[in-house]
């Protein structure tokens, strides 16, 4: 059996003056307002969160980013759950998930989408979801796929749909950043492969990005898992919808 410690008032005097003394020097406070009424688990307080721009889409049908795909790749359902826009907070919070090792950034993100899929009818039926994957070099270098951040913030809110990072990304590409709708379309070839397609068979699958402009990395992806994984179905979820 697990022993535990038993603090003396000395101790909890001494612990408590510890933890006031390290949050003196490094705050933990709302990264949209400044509020320090937050908790350390994630990055915005409650009000922040709530003033968020919702998309809605995630329950919606028809919506914007499902007509993104239409005659490209057959997709059930797609949504995202916030719009990005330039210097918004969306962009803050995807630019300390990709760039500032923010992960918990990451697992906002995925609990608010797990939360609009846990309130939709939309996504009832879902069997596991698919990180969109990093080339293997470029993950070496931030250290994790924000893509699987995500996904794990999702599955807090969904525990019974499992996460299968089995796509793999078979060649670097350059870059994205920056470049507009149509550059990011003429650029993105993104090769996938599915290294163990039997565990999507017949399966309800959800393939989750950080964010969608043109579609065409999710196109690719989505490409590749109907024609390695025959799976029964495939839906699309992400972050942010660039508008």
Not at 71 to 96: C, D, H, M, N, Y
């Amino acid at each position: 059996m697990p022993k535990y410690r038993i603090l003396t008032p000395l101790a909890k005097s001494i612990q408590q003056y510890s933890a006031g003394f390290l949050h003196l020097f490094y705050p933990h406070i709302c990264m949209q307002c400044g509020s320090e009424n937050l908790a350390a688990s994630t990055l915005l307080c409650l009000p922040c969160e709530k003033s968020l721009p919702y998309t809605k889409f995630i329950s919606i049908e028809k919506n914007s980013i499902e007509k993104i795909f239409w005659g490209r790749v057959p997709i059930k359902e797609a949504g995202a759950s916030l719009f990005f826009t330039k210097e918004s907070i969306v962009q803050s919070l995807l630019f300390a998930l990709k760039y500032k090792h923010q992960k918990k950034a990451g697992w906002l993100l995925g609990n608010i989408i797990g939360q609009e899929m846990l309130e939709s009818h939309r996504f009832k039926t879902i069997d596991c979801m698919i990180p969109i994957p990093l080339t293997k070099k470029k993950q070496r270098k931030r250290g994790y796929n924000q893509a699987m951040l995500i996904c794990e913030g999702i599955q807090q809110k969904l525990p019974h749909i499992e996460i299968l990072p089995i796509l793999r990304k078979l060649k670097n590409s350059t870059s994205q950043t920056g470049k507009g709708r149509i550059e990011r379309s003429l650029s993105i070839s993104h090769p996938f492969t599915v290294i163990t397609p039997h565990k999507l068979m017949s399966k309800n699958i959800v393939v989750v990005d950080d964010v969608i402009t043109t579609g065409a990395t999710l196109e690719a992806a989505c490409k590749c898992l109907w024609k390695e994984s025959h799976p029964c179905s495939i839906s699309i979820v992400a972050a942010a919808y660039t508008l």
